[in-house]
């Protein structure tokens, strides 16, 4: 387990390696500061997750998950942009809420991946949780229930991130996270005052990596462009928020038909799909799935022709931005919308598989991953959509 005096440390190291890679364009991080050791965040099973931490520059700051339990298997789970994730603003609000609305009483309090990347306040009175609410909705996160093997969780539903991982694959992933900080130990030995990585300096960061360790042997990377013409247009994609704690297929199905000009409300499409209203909203059921397809094709009159992937896997993702299609993706409790990937590695040591993800959580704002760890996340579906030529 990473300790907490750790993480700036790991957490500087990481992103200038991703920063040294390409992944991170200079313009926004370099120069940029890890501001400190960020905020603790939890498993629903109670044990430390990781470590949400900001990144500053200028005014422009993001938060990037630092993984303190090995059974992650990496230490950068991923990098968001926005909202504002003042902590303890939300703390305190989240204080008020419990207090005033639910009459509560607790002594303790802490920041739970209740359905990552969804975050709660778990509310706790002599240890033994009282309330938990989740961030920006404030609506009561339900007890975590049975669920039948092989559907994954609803989308306001609770659930276990560490419980999620094969109890081989956590072996496997303890093995390769001791292996990256024993190499940053040996790289960067606590201590030494040559190299601040607080601070992502190429030129600093350079120094503690032999050249062959420095050569960038991969990268490639795409975003959604206006056409596959990656040099007439600026990237092309816009994010919505759900607008209920439940409605993010909603807002996912409306990220890509917006991205196809057909200007659907979100109300609309949750009507479609069958959601209820912002009043007395609901989620998508698994075993209604499908119903994703139908309503792309549907409201663009069989102009897109939709598809469902129970197998999401990387090349999928790689071949539909390089066909400049966005998709929608499915991970347990919750859909988002992928529209770029990243990828390198440097020399043999370092290799990095990254998404970007437009997140309708939180609702009304949403999020922007840039980038989502792959190989740390779990995929279940994917929908895509393409034109079709006549």
């Known amino acids: 387990m990473l300790k907490r005096d750790m993480i700036k440390r790991i957490a500087g190291l990481e992103l200038n390696a991703l920063l ?14 890890v501001q400190s ?25 993001f938060q990037a998950d630092i993984a303190a339990n090995p059974e992650l298997g990496h230490p950068l789970m991923a990098i968001q942009l926005g909202p ?8 305190k609000e989240g204080k008020q809420i419990a207090e005033r609305k639910h009459r509560v009483k607790f002594n303790q309090t802490r920041f739970v991946a209740y359905s990552y990347p969804k975050l709660a306040i778990q509310f706790l009175q002599r240890g033994r949780e009282v309330l938990m609410l989740e961030l920006f909705t404030w609506e009561k996160v339900p007890d975590e229930k049975p669920r039948t093997p092989g559907v994954p969780p609803g989308h306001f539903e609770r659930w276990s991130l560490l419980r999620e991982i094969p109890s081989a694959k956590r072996v ?21 005052r040559m190299f601040n990585p607080e601070y992502l300096r190429l030129a600093d960061f350079t120094r503690i990596l032999t050249p062959a360790e420095l050569v960038v042997s991969l990268f490639i990377s795409r975003e959604l ?27 996912s199905v409306q990220m890509i038909l917006d991205f196809y000009r057909y200007n659907y409300t979100q109300d609309r499409l949750a009507q479609e799909l069958g959601l209820g209203t912002r009043a007395n909203p609901n989620g998508l059921p698994y075993s209604r799935a499908n119903d994703v397809v139908t309503v792309l094709q549907d409201l663009t009159s069989q102009a897109l022709t939709g598809n469902r992937n129970t197998n999401a896997n990387w090349n999928e ?6 066909a400049n299609r966005p998709l ?3 991970i347990p409790g919750h859909s988002r919308t992928v529209a770029g990937y990243t990828r390198s590695r440097l020399g043999t040591w370092y290799t990095f598989r990254g998404l970007l993800v437009y997140d309708p959580w939180p609702p009304t704002g949403g999020s922007i991953a840039r980038w989502e760890n ?11 959509a393409a034109l079709t030529l006549v």
Do not use: M
């Open 84 to 91: 504002d994730w003042s902590f303890p603003k939300l703390l």
């Open 317 to 322: 993702f790689v071949s539909e931005i390089n």
């Open 374 to 384: 792959f190989d740390l996340t779990t995929y279940w579906d994917t929908f895509t």
């Open 37 to 61: 050791s960020g905020t603790p965040v939890y498993d629903t099973n109670g044990e430390l997750l990781l470590y949400r931490v900001p990144v500053k520059k200028g005014r422009q700051v």
């Open 328 to 330: 929608i993706s499915w």
């Open 172 to 192: 496997k992933n303890k093995k390769s996270f001791k292996e990256r900080i024993d190499f940053w130990d040996k790289k960067h030995p606590v201590g030494d």
């Open 225 to 251: 462009h206006y056409s596959t013409n990656n040099d007439d247009h600026h990237p092309c994609y816009e994010l919505r928020g759900q607008l209920t704690n439940v409605w993010c297929v909603a807002a």
């Open 20 to 33: 040294h890679s390409g992944i991170l364009p200079k313009q926004l991080f370099e120069n940029g500061k």
